[in-house]
């Protein structure tokens, strides 16, 4: 892992989904992070349009993809918690052997990473360290916010309500 970066984030593919369709990638991967996943996460990709987008962050070292997962510790969580699928036990795994930041929209995942001591961020986070670095103007922040509420019916709308407001007080 380089270490030019400051920390590894683990990313789940809701995140991803997210920031493909808010035109988002780009910027993310300019984050000042090391981005890694699991090979379980590449699968949930369906699209070969999603599919190359991903690929070319592989391709280019940007998103590294996890090559020694523990399974045994990845089935432990995977029956000890019903509510999570395999992939995001794999991320949760993961993120615990690495120490990591958890990128994540899912709310059981979420919630169970944080009974584990995992620092957890979602899409909001993201855009919330986008506009602080300068990758995106406050107005961009707020158009992208605004536009993930109408895309993600799973979206968290009382959070990002207050999240747009406080972007909000930039620009006064």
């Known amino acids: 892992m380089s270490e030019g970066k400051t920390k590894i984030l683990i990313n789940d593919a ?13 910027s993310f991967f300019l984050l000042g992070f090391e981005f890694c996943t699991s090979k379980y996460v ?9 599919k190359s987008i ?24 995977f ?5 999570l ?13 690495l120490q990591a930041i958890l990128l ?10 944080s009974k584990h001591s995992v620092q957890v961020r979602g899409l909001l986070g993201v855009i919330q360290q986008l506009f602080l670095d300068k990758i995106i103007s406050c107005d961009e922040a707020v158009s992208k916010l605004k536009n ?6 799973r979206a968290p709308h009382k959070e990002t309500e207050n999240m747009i407001k406080k972007l909000q007080t930039f620009n006064t």
């Open 104 to 113: 994540t929209s899912d709310k059981s995942l979420r919630n169970i990473a």
């Open 79 to 83: 029956e000890k918690y019903p509510a």
């Open 42 to 50: 590449l699968n949930e990709f369906k699209g070969a349009e999603q």
């Open 148 to 153: 993930y509420l109408e895309i993600n019916v």
């Open 14 to 26: 809701c995140i991803m989904f997210d920031l493909i369709e808010l035109n988002l990638i780009d």
């Open 85 to 97: 699928s395999y992939t995001d036990c794999s991320i949760l795994e993961l993120s615990m052997r």
């Open 54 to 77: 991903i690929d070319k962050y592989i391709d280019s070292g940007k998103l590294l993809i996890d090559k020694n997962p523990e399974i045994g510790k990845t089935l432990f969580f």
